[in-house]
């Protein structure tokens, strides 16, 4: 992803209302999508992940949507909670020396605010 | 099952001085990598281990930085002489290995908040 600078981008939600925070990778060979989620002072937790092979996949709360025609991801968080406050990353894996390892490149992040 | 642990969580070192970060992995994880997020950006690569070998090591800076994973278990990153440039928080991350075609999600440690002063 590119750097937006010394700003994160920002999503402002209501609690209750749904959230859908977007990211955009650049590698087209990509073949394996993370979100994360990270909260002060930790590091990034796993959310959902999803395979080239889908465009849809669904978890508690939590969606995630693949575009591969346009590299896009994005994450749809329903009935979003004050917990679900945090800096959310998009990553994108590409596999490697016949699946010998991953390298994973991380998007610039969103924070995610709710409003209670 | 343990997760990643990193040690210190905090460092405030001068210009000029040297630190060493730790990663735990979880056990019995071949991949370890090393990530830094500078104030505001997003989570940079600096390099992959698998076991104790130096897989990709693209994303170190420059030479002040050094990683070593003897044994294949715990990592540190030294860097000497720490920049002002050098401060942010650092996340070490860990893996199971590749199984074909299948990718495994990397577990974060909490990472360390370095402050160059």
């Known amino acids: 992803g590119e750097s937006v600078g010394l700003h994160l981008p920002t999503l402002s939600v209501q609690e209750g209302d749904n959230s859908i925070i977007n990211c955009a990778y650049s590698n087209s060979a990509s073949d394996y999508f993370i979100w994360y989620k990270q909260e002060s002072g930790k590091g990034p937790q796993f959310i959902i992940d999803i395979r080239s092979n889908m465009d849809k996949r669904q978890g508690q709360r939590v969606t995630v949507l693949l575009n591969k025609t346009v590299k896009h991801l994005s994450l749809q968080i329903a009935a979003t909670q004050p917990g679900d406050s945090a800096v959310y990353f998009c990553a994108d894996t590409l596999l490697m020396n016949s699946g010998g390892y991953q390298k994973v490149t991380f998007g610039t992040g969103t924070k995610l605010q709710v409003i209670p | 099952e343990a997760g990643v642990t990193q040690f210190p969580s905090h460092s405030v070192i001068e210009k000029g001085q040297t630190v060493t970060l730790r990663c735990d992995p979880i056990?019995?994880?071949?991949?370890l990598y090393w990530y830094r997020r500078v104030m505001g950006k997003e989570i940079k690569f600096l390099l992959h281990f698998v076991k104790e070998s130096k897989q990709d090591e693209s994303g170190m800076p420059n030479n002040r930085f050094l990683a070593e994973r003897t044994g294949g278990t715990y990592s540190t990153l030294k860097v000497q002489p720490a920049e002002l440039e050098d401060s942010g928080v650092y996340f070490c991350?860990?893996?199971?290995?590749?199984?074909?075609?299948?990718?495994?999600?990397?577990?974060f440690g909490n990472g360390t908040r370095l402050t160059v002063t």
């Open positions: 991350a860990s893996s199971q290995s590749g199984q074909g075609r299948y990718n495994s999600p990397l577990h």
């Open positions: 056990s019995g994880h071949d991949n």
